[in-house]
């Protein structure tokens, strides 16, 4: 078959694109798309990226073709001290193996047995918040949603480690993002002092999770609803059971793509209630119509469509992940489009998400656009939050159900105020945060 010929900016001599790509990875692929449709081809160093706007490219390579593909070791390796060979970052047989036996622990009907946990959490944390107090969201979103994967994860018997755990794991993921922004990998092995932080901070993670490994193993309950009770418990085929270094990996994988990306939806979407006041009303009425004065039940969290619909609309224009990077083992064929063995591959939910040809009026915020049939409508592979094919994200439907509980539970008792002078502006990392957290004061309703 004849290959049609990718085209793409030229770039500078020895950089390419990537000063462009990493100043604003959104932008930068948004006017890839606009100025080259379907596929556009940069640079970035001497590597050649491939960037993908097309559902029909990017389903072969989540699904069509999916096993001539691998993530994009060039930005994994830069963190493997810390995700080691967890689900986001294992491959082949291994990668196989492990999602077979967690994903039991994910279904929806497992991940309903923390639905109670997570409100009486999220309750706690609203009651420390003092009535018409001016707070950042995002960090409330953010410690709140972390107490809930640590609950998740590990019970709340964990007691110190629980605690150190969390606070070097939110030291550490700051650090990240300088890591992989950097041009080149010999320079996270210099004996910089922030290379020496970032190790000293993936010892002590490593040490507590292997605490918390071990008080689970004392206390010998197998009975117990937690996390890693069920990654312990899961068996390969072979009857073995996980090491003690890949339950560090698999629950370091979940607790840091589960709590940020979370807290991330949250804080977005508060602000675009705050500016669409319409779509507040509506999602208040709709709790009030559905919880009354009683308790919040999971029987009542299954009703609650429209909570549901501002939730993906979050999802659709200010995704967590905003790009996602695979690279190919050998010559695939794409459509008309052939691509090299080893280049790198781009898919940017941030741009499909924001198409005029899927979504009308898709710079404005539309909860209601996401009716039953609305969904169907859409071509696979447009609205890819979570990924897609095999490697779609394992916690989604944790994810799902704590961003719609948390908002729930707190706009049933404030209403919040966006504070700041100007929009909020996004810092393009890994993930999609507000560059300056999320000012809001928090007014109670009644």
Avoid at 32 to 58: K, S
Avoid at 264 to 276: D, G, K, Q, V
Avoid at 326 to 334: A, H
């Amino acid at each position: 078959m004849h290959a049609t010929s990718v085209e793409g900016p030229k770039g500078r001599i020895l950089l390419g694109n990537l000063i462009e790509f990493f100043s604003d990875p959104p932008r930068f692929l948004t006017r890839l798309q606009r100025e080259y449709g379907d596929i556009a081809r940069f640079r970035m160093g001497n590597r050649d990226v491939y960037a993908l706007f097309d559902p029909e490219l990017i389903g072969q390579v989540y699904l069509g073709q999916h096993d001539k593909f691998i993530k994009n070791r060039a930005f994994w390796n830069n963190v493997k001290e810390i995700f080691g060979d967890g689900l986001l970052t294992n491959e082949g047989a291994s990668w196989k193996r492990q999602r077979r036996i967690a994903a039991p622990a994910f279904q929806p009907r497992s991940i309903a047995t923390y639905f109670d946990q997570m409100v009486a959490l999220t309750e706690a944390r609203l009651a420390s918040w003092a009535p018409n107090a001016r707070l950042n969201a995002h960090d409330e979103m953010m410690l709140l949603t972390a107490d809930i994967v640590a609950h998740a994860l590990f019970g709340a018997a964990t007691g110190s480690h629980g605690t150190v755990l969390l606070e070097t794991i939110q030291r550490i993921e700051h650090m990240i993002p300088q890591r992989m922004k950097r041009p080149f990998r010999f320079l996270n092995q210099l004996p910089l002092p922030s290379n020496q932080r970032y190790r000293r901070a993936a010892k002590t993670i490593e040490a507590e999770i292997f605490a918390c490994i071990e008080e689970h193993e004392q206390q010998a309950d197998a009975q117990r609803n937690t996390l890693l009770q069920h990654l312990m418990n899961a068996r390969y085929d072979d009857g073995s059971k996980m090491s003690r270094k890949q339950l560090r990996d698999e629950v370091l994988n979940v607790f840091l793509a589960g709590h940020d990306t979370t807290a991330i939806t949250l804080s977005w979407s508060f602000y675009l209630l705050a500016t669409h006041p319409e779509a507040e009303q509506t999602l208040c009425a709709e709790i009030e119509a559905v919880l009354g004065d009683g308790p919040f039940s999971y029987d009542q969290f299954k009703s609650l469509t429209f909570a549901r619909q501002v939730i993906q609309e979050s999802l659709r224009l200010y995704p967590a992940a905003h790009v996602m990077g695979r690279e190919t083992i050998e010559p695939v064929q794409l459509g008309d489009y052939q691509l090299p063995k080893g280049c790198t591959v781009l898919i940017s939910p941030y741009v499909m998400h924001r198409l005029e040809k899927y979504f009308d009026d898709a710079e404005q915020f539309k909860p209601e656009r996401w009716t039953d049939a609305f969904s169907k409508s859409l071509p696979r592979h447009v609205f890819i939050a979570f990924g897609g094919g095999p490697r779609v994200c394992i916690g989604e439907h944790f994810s799902m159900m704590e961003a719609i509980v948390i908002l729930v539970t707190v706009y049933r008792r404030f209403h919040l105020q966006y504070e700041g002078d100007e929009p909020p502006a996004y810092f393009a990392s890994i993930t999609l945060p507000p560059r300056d957290g999320m000012p809001m004061r928090a007014q109670p309703r009644h």
